[in-house]
């Protein structure tokens, strides 16, 4: 590195810096501040959008048809967590309204798109429940038997008792009841140990 001895040879340097680099100099200058601009503009339109999405994902929930109107917002914001939430507040009312098939097909939907594993488990859940619903117990069995957390063990052995008690699998459910309270699924759910008790074998 070149040490100057003097001002003037200072002030010299720094003339030559800037006439051989000056336009390249200004070049980054630029493109650094309309990058920092263009990710603050970024920015602000995620939040916006965000925004944007949030109340109108509260227009559908609030309103009197909310399985009607959640069709055209999941089809609009089908790569938003809004359109899964949209998704499962639909099959709810499916549910209530009695539309089994359409409450299958946005558990189908939410189970499919879902990042997060204990939404993809909960909406898988709720799907093999209306799956029993319909008599479609095969159908049940194979959503159950999907990969889910360790968490939801007590709950996928309880519905899996349902079902194989309406298959007329006595000796299976039984099974499947006891594996859900080995699980600690009677904590919450007192009825659980009264399927079980129900089931229970007599004595010779």
């Known amino acids: 590195m070149e040490i100057y001895s003097t001002e003037e040879q200072q002030a010299e340097a720094i003339k030559r810096f800037f006439r051989e680099n000056g336009v390249s100099l200004a ?27 949030s109340n109108a994902f509260t227009a559908v929930i609030e309103s009197d048809d909310a399985l009607a ?31 089994l098939d359409k409450a299958a097909e946005k558990l189908s939907w939410a189970a499919e798109n879902v990042k997060n594993a204990e939404l993809k488990a909960t909406a898988l859940l709720r799907l093999a429940r209306v799956q029993l619903a319909q008599g479609s117990a095969d159908k049940a069995l194979e959503t159950l038997s999907k990969t889910m957390p360790e968490s939801f063990k007590a709950q996928i ?48």
């Open 157 to 204: 052995a309880e519905i899996k008792g349902d079902v194989l008690l309406s298959k007329g699998d006595s000796n299976g459910a039984r099974d499947a009841y006891q594996s859900a309270i080995d699980n600690g699924g009677a904590e919450n759910n007192p009825m659980l140990q009264i399927k079980l008790d129900d089931l229970a074998q007599p004595a010779k």
């Open 69 to 99: 109107k959640s069709e055209s917002f999941i089809a609009e914001y089908s790569g938003s967590n809004y359109a899964v939430l949209a998704a499962f507040v639909a099959a709810k009312e499916a549910v209530e309204q009695k539309q």
């Open 27 to 53: 070049l980054g200058i630029v493109l650094g501040l309309g990058g920092l601009y263009g990710w603050k503009a970024y920015n602000a339109y995620k939040i916006e959008s965000a925004e944007a999405t």
